[in-house]
């Protein structure tokens, strides 16, 4: 029988290994998986590299993550925020490796892992310092159609942490709102996919035209609280500021 | 030199906001341009698009309404309009990348005649890299227009002949929309499209330094 249910956070994230690439769902303050990137910090894995959109805000979730100085390196698209202090902390002191990627191909690359592309031509980029290797050396480009596009690689996850509404035990999800956002292109780019989710359903109650993610894209998934709020939602909690 | 009145950032955004057309899907950038939703003609409908997987994003909600799952690209809190749609983000940026987008509205840095567009970075050294979406939008929908005060605080022009900051995109603003005058960029320059009351063709020339069709 599948049963993709963990009993707890802990015992889904006890295989994270040193050196892991994790990806990091969320986009502001909807998606994020902060009890994830909690039990994260707990279980000790380090040499993280971690892709997310951003590099943190204030002391919560991936910002306290940073903070342990466990992450090597981080792969986003605008790690600059009013309260990413942490962050820009580490960066200024070298103590953390930046790879600044357009919020598009970003999550272009995540989809290229996901579904088994080798790389891509896309026009993002062109003529700018994104098409730029570390190194400083040019990326490939190529004119295709008399436009010119820059050749860009996957990103492989070893592990997507991602925050879904609701999951049954063979791991299809759905989500709620904004909070979709990365969730369903993470699950598919990585070899180890953890959701975490306010409701668990029996087999057979989502409506099969309506689920987002299917299950064959998650390896865990793990119901967490529900922070309701008079508009039904999610409200900023404490631990989320 | 005669007299003229700049633009307010409410009738700028006013000015964008009558060229939108019914129908058209469209990105507003963070910042100024979120002010042309203010204003958009009676009669005419737009569709919002926000790149966190939003297509017919509503106004903001009071404050007891606010939802944290349902936030724009600026991350506040918005609403979502009967027909809304949400979806995932490689799906919101096939609908930039894809010319999906009629419209995208953004801030500059600086504009060159030809449409080169700096927005992301002022190249200071030490400071923080950070992109988002720009160059994605910047690139993907079918017309980029830019709002903007044509001058800096120090009175340069933002309207140069080649951008000195890092750039976005190359050859992808179509539309200036600036505090003294709507501009269109074009491969062989600027061309008018109108300036404010009082102020003349040769003067404004004259502050932005580079030659403009009439």
Not at chain 1, 16 to 29: V, Y
Not at chain 1, 157 to 164: E, F, R, T
Not at chain 2, 151 to 157: A, F, Q, R, V
Not at chain 2, 164 to 180: N, Q
Request: net charge negative; hydrophobic share 40%.
């Amino acid at each position: 029988m599948i049963n993709k249910i963990a009993p707890s956070i802990q015992e889904a994230l006890s295989a994270i290994s040193d050196g892991s690439t994790i990806l990091i769902g969320g986009f502001g303050t909807a998606g994020n998986p902060n009890e994830l990137i909690n039990a994260l910090i707990e279980q000790g894995a380090h040499d993280l590299t971690v892709v997310n959109n951003n590099a943190g805000n204030a002391e919560a979730g991936l910002a306290a993550l940073l903070k342990t100085g466990r992450v090597r390196k981080i792969i986003c698209s605008y790690p600059r925020q009013v309260d990413s202090y942490i962050f820009d902390e580490l960066y200024r002191s070298g103590k953390i490796e930046l790879e600044l990627v357009p919020q598009g191909n970003l999550v272009e690359r995540l989809r290229a892992a996901g579904a088994g592309i080798g790389a891509f031509y896309t026009p993002i980029g062109f003529g700018t310092e994104m098409a730029k290797n570390a190194d400083g050396s040019p990326k490939e480009t190529r004119i295709i159609d008399g436009k010119p596009h820059v050749l860009e690689y996957p990103i492989y996850g070893d592990v997507a942490l991602i925050k879904a509404e609701k999951g049954d035990r063979w791991g299809n999800l759905v989500y709620r709102k904004a909070a979709r956002n990365f969730g369903p292109v993470m699950a598919t780019a990585a070899k180890y996919t953890v959701a975490t989710v306010h409701e668990i359903v029996d087999l057979g109650v989502f409506d099969p035209e309506t689920i987002v993610t299917p299950g064959i894209f998650v390896s865990k998934i793990v119901k967490i609280d529900h922070v309701a709020t008079a508009a039904g939602g999610f409200k900023k909690s404490k631990d989320a500021a | 030199m005669s007299q003229y009145q700049r633009r307010s950032k409410e009738e700028l955004a006013k000015r964008v906001a009558q060229d939108m057309f019914d129908g058209a899907y469209v990105n507003l950038g963070i910042g100024q341009p979120t002010l042309i939703a203010n204003h958009l003609p009676a009669g005419v409908e737009i569709i919002l698009h926000s790149e966190n997987g939003i297509l017919g994003m509503g106004p903001a909600p009071s404050q007891e309404a606010e939802d944290f799952d349902l936030i724009n690209a600026g991350k506040q809190p918005v609403t979502l309009l009967p027909g809304g749609a949400f979806f995932h983000h490689a799906d919101s940026f096939s609908m930039m990348r894809g010319g999906h987008l009629d419209i995208c509205v953004l801030g500059a840095f600086q504009v060159s005649a030809t449409g080169d567009l700096a927005n992301w970075s002022t190249g200071e050294v030490g400071s923080i890299p950070a992109v988002g979406g720009a160059m994605d939008l910047a690139i993907g929908a079918k017309q980029t227009w830019v709002m903007m005060d044509l001058l800096t605080k120090k009175g340069e022009s933002k309207v140069v002949a080649t951008c000195s900051y890092p750039l976005t995109a190359i050859a992808c603003v179509k539309r200036i929309y600036s505090d003294l005058a709507t501009l269109e960029c074009t491969p062989e320059g600027l061309k008018l499209i109108d300036m404010v009351e009082g102020l003349d063709h040769a003067q404004l020339e004259d502050l932005v330094g580079l030659p403009i069709r009439s």
